[in-house]
């Protein structure tokens, strides 16, 4: 703001005096305070004003990196997820291993023998059925949140 020192006051008074008169002077210098009070009071609010301003657009651009963060995340979600389905479909498709070879029999007893009637075992639809040995009794594995 302007600097003005004392002596330059003083001299300010002085002619103020001389130019309205002491009947006017007080009137005056009411009316010179109440113009620096609304002068600092505007300047006070524009700059309240643009420091609000610099916030908001402090936040807005620390969004956009939240937001392009999470977008760059999401993008490698999907490329690992398709990775996965990648490597699970490979598995899938690949042949099953041979069935290992029965274990030798102890001389004198004989291997049980399973009936043709037997039925198949229950599938666990709670567990999903994960130790299944048989793979056409197992449970169609689904993505929970339904991405294929």
Not at 8 to 16: E, G
Not at 17 to 45: D, F, I
């Amino acid at each position: 703001m302007i600097e003005i020192s004392f002596g330059k006051l003083l001299l300010l008074a002085l002619v103020a005096l001389l130019v309205l008169g002491p009947e006017k002077l007080p009137g005056a210098a009411r009316t010179a305070g109440a113009l620096v009070r609304r002068v600092r009071n505007s300047w006070e609010s524009v700059r309240a004003e643009v420091a609000r301003e610099l916030e908001i657009e402090e936040i807005k651009r620390t969004a956009r990196e939240a937001a392009a963060r999470a977008e760059a995340a999401q993008a490698q979600m999907h490329a690992a997820a398709r990775e996965v389905r990648e490597a699970v479909g490979s598995v899938t498709a690949a042949p099953a291993p041979a069935a290992p070879a029965p274990l030798p029999q102890p001389a004198g007893q004989e291997a049980p023998v399973a009936a043709a009637d037997d039925p198949a075992p229950e599938r666990d639809t709670l567990t999903g059925d994960l130790f299944a040995d048989d793979p056409h009794h197992a449970p169609a594995k689904e993505h929970p949140h339904g991405i294929a």
